[in-house]
Structures are given as C-alpha cells and as structure tokens.
C-alpha cells in the first residue's frame, strides 16, 4: 500500500520535474547575457587562470566554497560529537579479516604514488581539471587504502585537526588579506601573472591548495572516526 | 562604522577553525571563544544598524566582483534587524549555557560551542546573502550544526529525531538545489537583485514549478505543516538551549528567506494568498497538537510552529503593516519562546522524560524560574501589558486592514487554544502538589541572568513598545521596496 | 523555450537523472532500513547533480578550460557555473551523508535496530 | 493627573508585594495606602477636564474621564476601598498576602484605567489585566484550577479576543482607536458592521457581565476566590461589563435602525438569564454559589434595564448596579467572615450563628432586602424602576419573566439567611466568634448605604443622570426623580420618605409592643427547647433541616433544570480535544512518513500550481 | 403639624377598621367551612376570642431576636399595605398613603411580611417551620404569576400604575374591570386561592403535617401579632381586588359586600378540595391561571 501511493506520487513528481525539464530543453543556451559569459571572459583577462571552473569556484565564488570548507568541518565535528564516548567506551577497530599480503604490499607501493597524484591534482587546480576538493579526495583514498589494509594503521588525530584548522585559517586569512589589501573580502591581492603558468592566477591557487590540505584532512578524519567505531 | 557585513561570517568561522587549536592550549578557550565573538557581532550588528538606519543599506561585494557577479551581502534595515536579533539570541543562549556544559566533557564541550556559534552563523549568512545559491550553502552550515546540536545527548533518543531532522533536511536541499537550476537555467544569474529584476522574462510554469520547490524546500526548516515533522521531535531532544535557538534563530532565518523569494524574488500574486493558506493550517494543526501534550518541550515546540504561522500570515498580508506586524511577532517571538525553553528546561531538568505534569509545584523550589515562566506564558499568548499583546495588535490591526475578517477570527480562536495549555502548566507550577521525587535543578547564575533579561525586556517592550517599534517600522518599509532593493545592489559600481 | 528539434538523447539525460532522483527517494521513503535510506539519500544527490550538470551542457561544446593549443572559444564552452555549483553541492551532499551515518551507528547502538518502523519514540 | 493614579496603583502592588518580605504590618499598611491615596486623588482631583494623551506604538492613547465612568468609578473606587479595608484583616494569617494584595490592587488599577480610557487599545490593555489578574485571584485557593480557573479565563479570553476583533475591524473602517471617533462614524458605516461591531462587543462585555450562554464560568469562578476580592469581583468587575455595554447600546446602537432589535434580543437575554441565575442559586447548598448565580441574576436585571434603553430603564439599570455593588458585596464579604469564622461556608454545615455573630447578621439582612428588592430597602427602588420602565415601555411579557425571577429569588434569599443565621444552633458551632472590627464595619458601611439609598435615592441618581446626559439623553431627567420621589414615564410615582417613616414607626411600635410586653416574665430559651408535634424534642435528635432546602420548589421546576448550558460547554470542549488528539495522530513519529508528507505536499502543489499561484 | 396628626389618627381609624373587618371574616370562614363540612362550627365572633386571649396571655419564652422583629415585619406588610389601598373612594379619613405607593410597591411591600414572619420562625429553630415556610415561598412563586400578569395587563391597558387611577377609570368608564378585562379578573381571582391559603392550596400551615408550620413555635404575643396583621393583611388584600376589579366602595357597607363576595370564592373553592403536595400546587398556578394571565395580556394588547 504504501509503496503504492509513493510510487504514485513519486511518478506525479517525476512527470512534473521531467516535463519542466524537458521543456527547458538540453544542449543548448537557455538565456542570452548570463554571467557564464562573463565568467569566461574575465577569467582569462583579469585572473589569468585558464580552468574557468576552478576561477568560479575560488574566486568568483569564492565565498561560497569558504561555506563549502565550513561544512566539511562542521561534518567532522558533528561526526566528533555523535559517535562522542566516554574514553573507557571507545572500542578497538574491527576487521573481519586480514588483508592478503599482496594487498599490504601493493597498498604500500600504491600510498606514495596516490598522495602524489592528490597532490598534483591540487597544486594545478588552476590549470587542468581538478582542484583541492578533488586532490583532497584523493589524498584521503590514499588513507582510506592503507586503513583498511593495515589493522593498526592509526592517524595522528592532532595532525589532522592541526592541519584541518590551519588550512582554514590560511583560507580565511587570505581572504582577510585581501579585505585589507583592496577593500574587498577575498579579493585577488596578488599579481595573477601570466596564463598557464603555473605560478599564475594570485591567490587562487594557494586557495586551492589550502582547500586541498582540508579537504583530505577532514575526509581523512571522518574516516578514521568512522572506522573506530563499533556497531 | 566599525565593520562589515562580511565580518559576521568570517570571523566566526575564522573562530570556529581556531578553536580546535585553541583548545589545545587552554580548555576554557573552547568556551570563551564563542562568547566572545558573539559579543562581537553583536556590537558589529548594532553599530551597522545604526547606520543602515541613517545612511541606507550597505551591500558587500566579495572578491571585488560587482554583484551579478560576484556574491554579495546585505545588510539593510529589514535584513539587519534580523541579524541584530539572531545574534542577540545567539549571545544570550551562549551565556545561558556556558556553565550548563560544565558536567559535560571536554571534547564535547568543544564541539557543542563551536557548533552554536555555527549555528548562528549560518542563519546570519542566510539573511546577509544576496546569492541564492550561497543561501543554499548557509543553509547546510545550519542544518548540519543543528543535526547535530539535536544528537548531542547522546542519552536520549536524540538520534531519532536528529535523523528525521536530516532526512527532511536532505530532501529539502535537493529540491532547493532543483529550484536553483531552473531559475539559472532561465535568467543565467544566481544573484537575487539579478533574478529579480529578470523575473518578468521566465516563462510563468517555470516560475511557479522553481517557486514550488523553494517553498517546499525552506518550508522544512521554517516548520511549515506539513513539513515539519521533524520540528517538536528536535526541539525536544535537543538541548534546552538549543531548542531556544531553533525556535529563537534557524526558523527566523528560514522564514526570513521564504520572505525573501515572496517579497522580492518572484512576483507570484498567489504566493502572498499561499503564504497565508499554509500559515493558518500551520497555526492550527501545530496549536490543536499542543493542547494534547505530555511533554513540556514538545507543547513549546508546536507551539512555536503555530506562532511561525502566525508570523507566515502575516507576511503573506502583503502590506506594509503586515510586515510590522510581522517582524514584531519575531522579535517577541524569539524573546518570549526562548524565556519559555531557558526556563521550562529548568522546571523539567532533572526528570527523565521531561512530562508537563513533572513541573507541579515547582514555584516553591524555584520561585524566579516558574514566574519568569508564568511571564513568559502570559506574554505569548498576547495578554496585555507585555510584548505579546503588541505584536498581536498590528497582526490584528493588518489583517483588519486587509478586510480579512475571516482570518481574524480563526486566529484569535486559536489563541483560545494557545491560552488554555498555557494556562494548564502555569497552573500545573503554580497550584499543584509536587509529585515526583526528582530533585530540582537550581538554575546557573548564567542562566537566570538570561532569563531575567528576556523577562525584563519582554515588560520594557510591553510598557514602551516604541522602544523597538521605529526599526520595525523601517526594516518592513525595507522589505517592500524592492525596486530599491534591486537598485541598490545593481547600481554597486566597484 | 526553444524545443524544436527531438532528439532522444536529450530525453535520456534529462530523464536518466531524474530517474535517478526518484528511484533514490524511493529507496529514501519505502525501504525500512536506516543504511538503504542514507544510500538513496545519497542517490538522489547524485541525480540532483547529473542533472545541474545537464543543465550547463551545450551542444558539441567544450571544456571551460583554455588550455594552450586548445581552440578556446568561450562562445563554444559549456557553461562553468553549473560545474562549480555541482563541486559544492556534491561536497555538501558528503557532509550531510557522513553526518547521517554517524547517527545510524548511533541508532543502532541506541535501539539496536535498524528498522526505521521500529524506531518511533518520539511521536503525536 | 489621571495616570499619575495608575502609576500609584502599579507602584503601590508592587512595593505591597515586596514589602511582605520585610514586615505583615508594613505591607498591610502600604496596601491599604496604595488603595487609598489614589482612591481619594481621584475623587480629590480627577474631573472631566483633564485629558492625558500618550502615544504608545504608534497608537494614540488617551486617558480621561467623564460623568459616566465617574459613576462606575465612584462603584470601583468605593467598593475597592471598603473591601480593602476587609481585606487586611480577612488575610491576617493566611499565605500568599504578597499575591493576594497584588492583584487586588491591580484589579482595582485596571477597572480605574478602563473607566479612564478613551480609546480602545488602552480599554483593552485594562480589560486584559482586569482579566488576568482577577484570574490569578479566581485561583488563589489553588482549587479546581484547571477546570474552574481555566474555564473562567477561557470564557473572558473568547470575550475579549471577540472585542479585540471588534476593535481591529473599527480601526480598519475608521482609521483611528478613539472611542469618540467610533460612536461619530458608526451610524455611516456599512450595515453589516453596524451589525458585527456591536456582537463583537456585545459578546466581550456579556461575558464579564455574566449574560446567559456565556455565564458558566462565573458560579465557580465568583466561589473559588476569596471571598473579600469577590466582593470587588462581582460588585465591581462584573460592572465592567455593564459599564461597556451602556457606551455600545446607547452610543452605537440608538443611532442606528439596527438598534431596535439588539435592543430587545439584549433585554431577553438579560431576563432569561435572570431567571436562569435565580433557578440555580436556588438550587446551591454553598452560600458563595448561591450568592454567584444569585449575582447573575441580578447582572441580568441590569442588563435587562440597560438593553430597554429607554431613560427610566437606563436609570434603574445604572441604580441597580450601583446598588448590587452595595448588596453583593455586603454578602460576599458576610460569607468570607463566616468562613473564616466557621472554616466553611456550606449551608449544610453551618447554622445558627445569629447570636454568634450578630453584626454579620444585620448587615447581611439589610443586604438581603434590598437583594429581594423590598422597600425600604436600595434594591427596591431599583427594581421599581425596572418594573415601570418595563411597562411603559410596552414590555408586557419580559415584566412578567424579570417578575418571576424576582420572586423566585426570594426563595434562596430565606435559604441564605436561614442557612447561615437562623435554625438550630448546633454545638459545633458553639465557640464562633463575631469576626474582628476592621471586618465587620465595611460590611455595615456598605448595608447602610443600601438603606440609605432605599429612601433618598436621588444621592445616587444625581450622578446617574449626570451620566445619562453624557451619554446623549435628553437635558435631564429630572423628570424621573427627585431626591426622594421616583416617577415613571406615566407620570405615577412612589413618595419614599413618608412610606419609610411609616415603616419605621410602625415597625418599632411593634417591636418595643413585643419586647416590652411580659419583658420581666420572657426568658430566651435554646433552639432545642421546642415543641415538636407537641413533643419536647431530646437533645440529640437532630433538629437542623438544612438538607434539600428548596425541594419542592425545585421538583416544580426540575423540567427547566434539566438542561445544562454548562454541560454542552463540556461536551464541546471534550469533543475538540478528543479531535485534537486525532489530528495529532499525523505526526506518527516515523521519519519516512515526514519524508512522504513532504512529497505529498509538493505534489499537491504541482497539481493545483493553476489554482494556487 | 395638625395634618400629621389627622393622618395618623386617620391610620389608626383604617387599621382598626381592617382588623375587626378582617378577624370577622376568619371567623365567618370558620363558620361557613364547618357548616359545608356539616360540623357546627364555631361562633363567628371566636377569633376576636381567640385574639383577646393572645394578646392578654404572658409569653414565656422566646428564642431570640428575630422571633421579636419577624412578627414586626409582618406588620409593617399588613398596615402599609392597608394604608396605601385606597379603602374608601374620596373618604378623608381613609386617604392614608393612597398617593405615595403604586401596584409595584404594593407588590414588594406584601412579600416583605412573609420573609420576616419566615425569618421569626426561622429563629425558633423548629424544623415544621422552616418546612412550612420553603413551602410557602414556592407556592408564592407559583401564585405571583397570575397575578402579576393580571396586573400588568391592567396596567398596560390603562397605562397608569396607581390603584386610584385604576378605581377612576371604573368610575369614569362605569364598568368593572372584571367585565371590562375579564381575563385578568380571571386569572387575578385564581391566584387569589393561592394568597388566601385555603385548601387545597393550605401547604404552608398544613396542620396535619407541620404543626402549623412557621406559627408553630409563636404563642401569646407573637401569635396575636401575627394573627392581627393576617387579618388586617386578609382585608388589605381583598380591598386591592375591591378597587381593581369592582370599581372599589363608596362607603363602608359596600366594602363589606363586595369583599365578603370576594371572600367567599377562596373559602369555597377550599372547602371541598384535599390539599396539593407543593409541586402540585405550584404547577396548578403555572397551568389555567398563567393561560388567563396571558389571554389577559393579549386582550390588553389588543384592545
């Protein structure tokens, strides 16, 4: 019965959304003298970034991925606070069973080559495809492997949440930077240099990387939080 | 000027990172921070208010782009009043609960300041912002802290009711994100200025479909039925002071943002009479619910979602006096409801399932408590000489304006309502025999200066409402401007 | 707007992601246990982000990336705003499903159960 | 001068209420003072000149007074003072003195401030604190709160949010809060406002004035608190609700066509509720029930006076309240010293205390009288002037229903007198005393001015006719008065002075005939030195009939008895919360329902998008 | 100051007039019951006896104060209200307080007395008086009725108040009200029943039952008090329907005739009649007698 109606309404919701989308239309522009426009142009001319994406992100937009870092951090936190216990309750990590020794060693093998790769994938957020949330991701895939290979593989939980609020501090101390710098928050205070390059576009991307540093630490922790518990 | 509007954002969260920090060096940091920014926001807000009141809104350009742009802030007399109060709430129910913590751990500790100031910080980022989908964004800060401000105890069934918090939370931000694509796939801009002065070239089943989703989608956390399920579960399990802050703060800025899309957003004629519709069935399911309560906190917590539909009427008045009466209902409604939680978690702290009938007899072992109570009662349900009665007035007044007779009278029966399970627990403290033999939990030096502010300002705003009356006044002249509304933020040449 | 030539690829992902919506809130509304509805939960971000994608999807476009020796023409590149959009939204979508795991274990650890039927203490 | 007496009276409840703190006898004086001193500023210097004007919220405030709230006032004030006085020693010993003190100053404070009040958000800011404080008075005894108290508090919450209603729609049609505003722009407005203002109102001031579907609060409310603030309760407060339906009836509704017929449908319900009131105060073993429906009955008269309109009508309307003020509240607070004499106040229990406390019982006689409405007594001249007003006014079968209740209400007046005073003096009661002075001399001040009122009614009329002129009859009335003569609009009169001597000499020619007569040889006996059936009856048998007082009379009326107004409030009550906690069932606590809730909701939405927006 | 010695004198004249005329009556009533009863009954003149015995018997006890002022109130009743009656048309000596009280206050003033003789008998303490007197108030609750409305319809009719200008509009007009508002006469006279506590309508006293209820405690001069003002009450009363509905008396001779006439329809209807429970009664008096009261009204609406 109940799935009945909810298939029902799901299908009403569904034609709705579908028809409105459809009567949008796809592949094509839907509007003349957006921002997107804008967007492209400046981000080659004023920035001198070259990954438009990666120019909105953290400048344009800026202020809406300072949130975005927020969020993260206040999931971990949140994550702290739910699964909190009292030390004496605090459980030992299970694993059903161990890993194999071609998967310890090839996961040691792999580690270096994975955060290398997250980091490179940071470093030229501003030029390629990829950023700081992706390198980030990345860097915590890397944890997360040799987690899960290593039974008492640990974390430094102070390093994490050093890094974690350095990274935002660095995040938030920029843009403060550029409040005092030229008036605005966030602002662009360093000279974007020249296209391609990899030391170009300001501040955008010690943003990124600053970004990327957080983004792995808190995937990082909310991992290792998730891992030391018992069900 | 002392600021800027960017300054609420950022320096709580520039605390909010630091605090971890922080609390390596110092323990009691964890908890002073927090206090100590609110305080500051607070002067930022009040300084800022005094000049947007004299000089004009100030709009924040961030990152140096001018508005379609970039994102903005702003801070204008309608939106500035309402971070004024939020982060007033805020600071009071950090000092209501500095040493409310002190029996809890550290760590815990740590993450529940932190996630206050969180808390108030992304209900103060969805008032400022002029972005919608950076409103989205400060939407989830909210939400997340206030899932987990509701688990924080992890003795009760906090868990439960912070799930379905974040189950219809989730829900709620993909329709909000589905709202947010069509009008850009439309108008190509996510400024609201933008969208606004757009609005009349989108096709009008876009509109309605986009405004659909957004009312749904805010609907969740502005506790309108029937979307707020989710509501009485989270403010009862949630800490007293918590729930004060949901009541106090996200729904304040949730409303605010519904106020918004109405107002200035979309020019949809039938979403002002919609606002109203939703309102009364809010008001009275929520206010019918109450009046069969067993437990204190949840009869608080309909009976906050009955005065946010009061509020929802209000504004869907259309009219300057509706806004008045509007943003008055607010203000009295975050100083009342909030004097309400401090000090009926109080008269239910030490029992375990927080029944009404635990708070018999309390005003002979906490005679300040239950009257503070007792006051808080009466002022809600709009008796004179006390704040209730005035914001009741202009919502009556309004309506009367309005010719909605009909309304008037629905509302004030309702009000019987509200009156009559007011009255059963102000009765239940007053005139009952103390049954249970639970202790009573003294109040915290802390906390009863708290709820004595609010009770004082509940009878200063009661005996001289013109105290607050000439903000309100021009804060509601704000929210119906809306050309100057997009004027203001278009025109910014940086 | 402008509908005037069909083509069913744009019906496919259009609905594909709109499929994926509501397949994932069925899971979120029927299914009983806590763990499939966090995943539907998480379903229906993933459509909801295919479909903001879509939005920005132009026509034999290009990535908004002027790379050097890349034909860079910002009138042929596929909108940018959506994509940064999606960054953010997906990294929310994160949060909230890490949030909404944690209070599984901790429902779980409370009532020992799974079953969302089961677990209504708080009601009326 | 005006709200320098209501900052004295706020000032004065809550320095009375500290000062409990530090000392009985501070406070005891201080309340009497903060009763007092703004009493007399009032009459001292409060006169229809001065006119405070506030703005308050954007709203135009004005304070003021005027010869016919001078009249309710000259009620409140008086009243307020003699209970006041009562009250010191009533409370002497009890808890909550603090509390008690401070709602009765309160009160007094709002009735002053509603008389004062020219426009009608401060009419209603006074009515409300009228309202809560006497609430708060209403559960002082901390019995049967939740279904007395909440009942009472729900009844004047309906009556007052009816009159907010009112006064937001007059607001909306005229622009402005003044009552002066409103009784100059009613007669232009739209018919159906002419009709809606005045039910609005009419429901707000009924419910204080005890009028008949909306009575039921009062019988339990008017018992439960103590009996020195009932007194002021049901003397002065319930005149509250007189006092506004006299500004609606002649100031809004004799302008209008409309008029006629709520001039009518008002003066029956006023009857029936007379009727209704008497019925059951007849029924009542406990004396403050029986005094509290016997109030009902006799807010109906006046109502019933009032609702007629015509200016005899209006004049023993406005006597009658003035002189119920006089007579209820004798009776209150003679029941609040006999339980406070006695521990209770049940007729059952307590009987003859006439010689235990014999001033009790004069002032109480004196006060039945003129409840009965028997020369030469006040309430006779008040009823008088019903009656003419009635008949001259073509009025034939509403005399015959206020005549019925008038004397039907001669049954509970015996009962009340009997019960307490007269039968057989039980040991039990051996060891009562008089209650103490400070008590007494009230009540005999108040039933001296009902007697006094009987023959020279024209004290009271001077300023009732003042008042009447204010409000828009004719240059005088003197026609219908003078100091000791009563005329109705026939030109029949009733001479008062001649006939009270008459009474005087004949009654105590008898009297000294009897006591005199065989003095040396009479010698008083006890109650139980009777012939029963010509039997000596034994000291223990039980001679006290007390039980079933009034059962014949009530097996003749039982078929009228039998429905309840009151319990089909019950009923409705108990059926909405019985609904509401239906509705609640929807929040069923599981968290997928909330989730298909939502999706209901934005499909209902996208389905009726057309509809909607 | 000579004025007011005429009036007294001419009070004292009326009083005495009423009693004598009044305690015959009773007499006569004992008399004419027993002789329909087939009894012989006593002499006419046995209650002057029965008076002069009270009023020379020394009264030993008394139960306090009440028991003296009940008695007094009753008086007052009696003598205003044989005062304000008019008793003779146009006869100095009987004008009294004519023009001072109206019907209304003849109305209050003859329920002033009951209450006090109920509230001296309240003070005896005796059970059979209390009863008697909750017995009597209900039944005067029912008989009031016809006779209020009787009253008003004649008040309406001739829109006067005053029992003088009642008696002149029969002396102008020259018909009797009873022919000329024959309802109300009707519904006055059935009501009368009520007033004049014969059987079947005698609950009050019920002497089988109560001991003579409120009397039972009174002897000596409380019952001579008592039974004075009871005959002065019984003429006073009879005088009122005189002047209302027979146009009044001319001199003394008429008065008799015409009140005795009245006297005889209560004495009568009593004599063979058993006596109503109180319920009974009070709904008799709700039935016949309020329908005539209500024809009477109409009629005087009408006409």
Not at chain 2, 382 to 392: E, H, N, Q, Y
Not at chain 4, 70 to 83: E, H, P, R, T
Not at chain 4, 187 to 202: D, F, K, R, T
Request: aromatic letters at 14%.
């Amino acid at each position: 019965m109940k799935k009945i109606i909810v298939i029902i309404l799901l299908g009403t919701l569904g034609f709705y959304t579908a028809h409105t989308f459809f009567d949008i239309g796809f592949g094509f522009p839907h509007f003349e003298h957006g921002i997107k426009d804008v967007y492209l142009q400046k981000t080659v001319s004023d920035l001198k970034v070259s990954n438009t994406v990666t120019s909105i992100v953290v400048n344009f937009r800026g202020f809406d991925t300072l949130g975005e870092v927020t969020v993260l951090f206040l999931a971990v936190t949140a994550l702290g606070g739910i699964l909190y216990k009292r030390r004496h309750e605090v459980g030992e990590r299970s694993v059903l069973f161990s890993a194999s020794s071609i998967v310890t060693s090839g996961s040691k093998l792999l580690f270096p080559a994975i955060i290398l790769l997250g980091v490179y994938v940071f470093i030229h957020g501003h030029l390629s495809p990829g950023g700081g949330f992706q390198g980030g991701t990345i860097i915590a895939t890397g944890f997360l492997l040799m987690l899960l290979t290593y039974e008492n593989y640990s974390v430094n939980h102070t390093v994490l949440s050093l890094v974690e609020s350095l990274a935002g501090i660095a995040f938030a101390g920029i843009g403060l930077l550029g409040f005092m710098h030229g008036g605005t928050f966030l602002q662009n205070f360093i000279e974007p240099g020249v296209l391609n390059n990899l030391f170009s576009g300001g501040v955008i991307p010690i943003i990124y990387i600053m970004v990327g540093f957080k983004v792995g630490a808190e995937l990082t922790g909310v991992i290792y939080t998730v891992l030391h518990e018992k069900g | 000027m002392v600021g800027t509007p960017v300054l609420f954002i950022v320096i709580p969260l520039l605390a909010a990172f630091l605090i971890p920090l922080l609390g390596m060096l110092w323990k009691e940091l964890v908890r002073i921070v927090p206090g100590l920014v609110l305080a500051y926001m607070l002067v930022l807000s009040v300084n800022l208010l005094n000049h947007v009141l004299i000089y004009g809104p100030i709009v924040e350009v961030i990152a140096g782009w001018r508005p379609p742009l970039g994102i903005n802030l702003v801070f204008s007399a309608f939106s500035g009043f309402l971070v004024t109060l939020v982060v007033f709430m805020g600071l009071l129910i950090w000092v209501y609960s500095y040493r409310f913590k002190r029996n809890v751990d550290f760590e815990p500790a740590k993450k529940y300041f932190l996630l206050l100031m969180m808390l108030i910080t992304g209900s103060v980022g969805i008032i400022l912002t002029g972005d919608i989908f950076n409103m989205f964004v400060f939407i989830e800060i909210t939400g997340i802290s206030g899932y987990a401000l509701t688990a924080f105890y992890t003795g009760r069934d906090s868990a439960e009711a912070s799930f379905k918090y974040l189950m219809l939370g989730s829900i709620a931000s993909t329709f909000l994100l589905l709202a947010i694509m069509i009008i850009y796939s439309q108008v190509g801009t996510l400024n609201m200025a933008d969208i606004a002065s757009k609005m009349h070239t989108i096709k009008p089943v876009y509109k309605i479909i986009s405004f659909i989703f957004f009312i749904t989608a805010i609907g969740i956390e502005a506790e309108i039925f029937p979307l707020n399920g989710w509501a009485p579960d989270a403010y009862t399990e949630a800490p007293g002071p918590v729930g004060a802050a949901f009541a106090g703060i996200v729904v304040k800025a949730s409303v605010y943002a519904i106020v918004r899309y109405v107002y200035t957003i979309f020019d949809l004629s039938g979403a002002y009479d919609f606002l109203i519709l939703i309102g009364l069935i809010t008001l009275i399911m929520a206010e019918t619910a109450a009046i069969r309560q067993e437990r204190l906190k949840r009869m608080l917590a309909y009976s906050s979602i009955g005065q946010m539909g009061l509020v929802m009427v209000a504004f869907g008045m259309g009219t300057e006096e509706g806004v008045f009466a509007a943003l008055f209902m607010i203000l009295n409604h975050a100083i009342i409801k909030s004097l309400l939680f401090f000090s009926g978690s109080y008269l239910v702290y030490n029992s375990k399932h927080k029944y009404i009938k635990e708070v018999n007899g309390m005003s002979k072992y906490l005679p300040i408590t239950s009257l503070l109570f007792a006051l808080g009662a009466f002022a809600i349900v709009g008796l004179p000489p006390f704040a209730g009665f005035w914001s009741k007035l202009s919502m009556l007044t309004a309506a009367a304006d309005s010719n909605m007779l009909f309304i008037i009278a629905l509302v004030l029966i309702v009000s019987v309502v509200e009156l009559v399970y007011y009255l059963r627990v102000v009765n239940r403290i007053y005139f009952f025999n103390k049954e249970e033999k639970t202790e009573p939990k003294k109040p915290t030096f802390n906390a009863l200066i708290v709820m004595i502010t609010l009770g004082a300002l509940i009878l200063v705003i009661g005996f001289y409402p013109d105290a607050i009356t000439g903000i309100l006044h021009k804060a509601s002249a704000d929210l119906m401007d809306k050309g100057q509304y997009i004027h203001d933020v278009l025109s910014l040449n940086k | 707007m402008n509908n005037t030539y069909f083509d069913l690829l744009d019906y496919m992902i259009y609905g594909t992601a709109i499929l994926i919506i509501l397949i994932g809130l069925y899971g979120a509304l029927v299914k009983k246990s806590l763990i499939k509805i966090v995943i539907g939960l998480s379903v229906v971000d993933s459509g909801v982000n295919l479909l903001i994608v879509a939005i920005g999807y132009l026509k034999g476009g290009t990535a908004p990336i002027f790379s050097p020796g890349y034909l860079a023409n910002p009138i042929k590149m596929v909108d940018p705003v959506p994509q940064a959009l999606v960054l953010t939204a997906i990294v929310i979508g994160f949060g909230v499903t890490a949030v909404a795991l944690a209070l599984v274990i901790r429902l779980y650890r409370h009532h020992g159960t799974l079953n969302i039927d089961e677990i209504k203490d708080l009601k009326w | 001068m005006n709200y320098i007496i209501l900052v004295v009276f706020l000032g004065g409840a809550l320095l009375t209420f500290f000062a409990g703190k530090i000392n009985n006898v501070l406070q005891d004086i201080l309340f009497l003072a903060s009763i007092l001193v703004p009493a007399s500023l009032f009459f001292a210097y409060v006169h229809a000149g001065n006119i405070f004007n506030l703005t308050l919220g954007g709203i135009h405030l004005s304070l003021g007074i005027n010869a016919m709230s001078w009249l309710f006032a000259l009620i409140v004030l008086g009243l307020g003072s003699m209970a006041a006085f009562y009250s010191v020693s009533f409370m002497k010993g009890k808890e909550r003195r603090g509390y008690f003190y401070f709602n009765f100053i309160l009160t007094i404070m709002a009735m002053t401030g509603i008389l004062m009040s020219r426009d009608l958000v401060s009419f209603f800011i006074f009515w409300e604190i009228m309202t809560w404080s006497s609430y708060l008075m209403t559960v002082y005894n901390g019995k049967d709160v939740q279904t007395v108290g909440i009942k009472y508090f729900v009844f004047s919450a309906i009556g007052a949010y009816a009159m907010l209603m009112a006064i937001v729609v007059i607001h909306s049609i005229n622009g402005s809060f003044m009552i002066e505003d409103l009784v100059r722009s009613f007669p232009e407005m739209p018919v159906n406002m002419q009709i809606l203002i005045p039910v609005l109102l009419l429901t707000g001031f009924g419910v204080k004035a005890a009028i008949m579907p909306l009575h039921v609060w009062a019988p339990g409310a008017y018992s439960n608190a103590p009996m020195a603030y009932t007194s002021i309760f049901s003397g002065a407060l319930s005149k509250m609700g007189i006092y506004g339906m006299v500004i609606v009836m002649v100031s809004l509704l004799s302008y209008v066509p409309e008029g006629y017929w709520f001039r009518e449908v008002i003066a029956w319900m006023g009857g029936i509720t007379a009727v209704i009131g008497t019925l059951w105060a007849i029924k009542q073993d406990d004396a403050k029930k029986l005094l509290a429906y016997s109030s009902i009955a006799q807010l109906g008269y006046i109502i019933v006076g009032i609702g007629i309109g015509t200016p005899l009508a209006m004049m023993a309307g406005l006597f009658l309240a003035v002189v119920h003020a006089l007579f209820k509240g004798t009776l209150f607070l003679a029941v609040g010293a006999i339980e406070r004499q006695t521990g209770t106040s049940n007729f059952r229990e307590v009987t003859g205390l006439i010689r235990k406390m014999p001033w009790t019982f004069v002032a109480s006689l004196i006060s039945i009288i003129s409840l009965a409405g028997i020369p030469p007594m006040g309430g006779f001249v008040g009823k008088w002037m019903l009656y003419e007003s009635l008949l001259t006014s073509n009025h034939y079968l509403l005399v015959i229903v206020i005549f019925f209740s008038s004397t039907a209400a001669f049954l509970y007046c015996y009962k009340f007198l009997f019960g307490f005073f007269l039968g057989q003096e039980e040991k039990e009661w051996a060891n009562v005393k008089e209650a103490p002075v400070l008590m007494v001399v009230p009540m005999l001040i108040l039933s001296f001015f009902s007697f006094l009122l009987g023959t020279y009614p024209g004290i009271i009329l001077k300023p009732i006719d003042a008042g009447m002129q204010y409000l828009g009859y004719g240059i005088t009335q003197n026609h219908l008065w003078q100091t000791s003569v009563i005329f109705n609009t026939w030109g029949n009169q009733v001479v008062l002075q001649p006939l009270l001597y008459s009474i005087i000499a004949i009654f105590l020619f008898f009297l000294i005939f009897l006591t005199i007569k065989s003095f040396k040889q009479t010698r008083y006996v006890t109650t139980k030195d009777i012939s029963s059936s010509g039997e000596v009856p034994k000291e223990h048998e039980n001679l006290t009939f007390s039980v079933d007082f009034m059962q014949p009379f009530m097996r003749a009326v039982e078929p009228v008895m039998r429905r309840q107004i009151d319990k089909y409030y019950t009923g409705l009550a108990n059926g909405l919360e019985a609904l509401f906690d239906f509705m609640r069932k929807i929040y069923t606590g599981n968290g997928q329902t909330y989730a298909i809730y939502v999706i209901v909701f934005v499909v209902i939405l996208l389905l009726f998008k057309d509809i909607l927006f | 100051m000579n004025e007011l010695w005429f009036d007294i004198m001419g009070a004292i004249v009326t009083v005495i007039v009423a009693f004598v005329v009044g305690i015959t009556y009773m007499g006569l009533s004992r008399k004419i019951t027993a002789r329909v009863q087939n009894r012989k009954g006593p002499p006419f003149y046995q209650n002057f006896i029965d008076a002069l015995k009270l009023a020379s018997k020394t009264s030993a006890i008394h139960h306090g104060f009440m028991q003296h002022v009940g008695p007094a109130f009753m008086m007052i009743t009696s003598i205003m209200s044989v005062l304000i009656i008019p008793v003779l048309r146009g006869n100095a000596w009987f004008v009294n307080l004519n023009f001072h009280g109206d019907l209304i206050f003849i109305l209050y003033i003859m329920v002033f007395g009951p209450l006090g003789m109920a509230l001296g008998a309240g003070q005896t303490g005796n059970p059979n008086s209390a009863i008697g007197v909750t017995r009597g108030l209900s039944q005067m609750v029912g008989f009031e009725i016809p006779w209020v409305m009787a009253l008003v319809a004649l008040m309406m009719q001739y829109h006067t108040t005053s029992i003088v200008d009642l008696m002149n509009v029969q002396i102008q007009s020259g018909m009797w009200l009873m022919f000329s508002s024959p309802f109300a006469f009707i519904a006055a006279v059935m009501a009368m029943l009520g007033m004049f506590r014969y059987s079947p309508f005698d609950i009050v006293g019920a002497p089988q039952e109560l001991a003579s209820g409120p009397m039972s405690e009174n002897g000596g001069k409380y019952l001579f008090t008592l039974m004075s003002s009871g005959s002065i009450f019984a003429f006073a009363k009879l005088t009122l329907y005189v002047d209302l509905f027979m146009g009044g008396a001319g001199n003394l001779v008429e008065l008799v005739i015409k009140t005795f006439a009245l006297y005889l329809i209560p004495m009568l209807y009593g004599v063979t009649s058993p006596r109503y429970r109180t319920e009974q009664s009070i709904r008799w008096f709700w039935g016949w007698p309020t329908f005539f009261g209500f024809l009477a009204i109409i009629y005087a609406v009408v006409f």
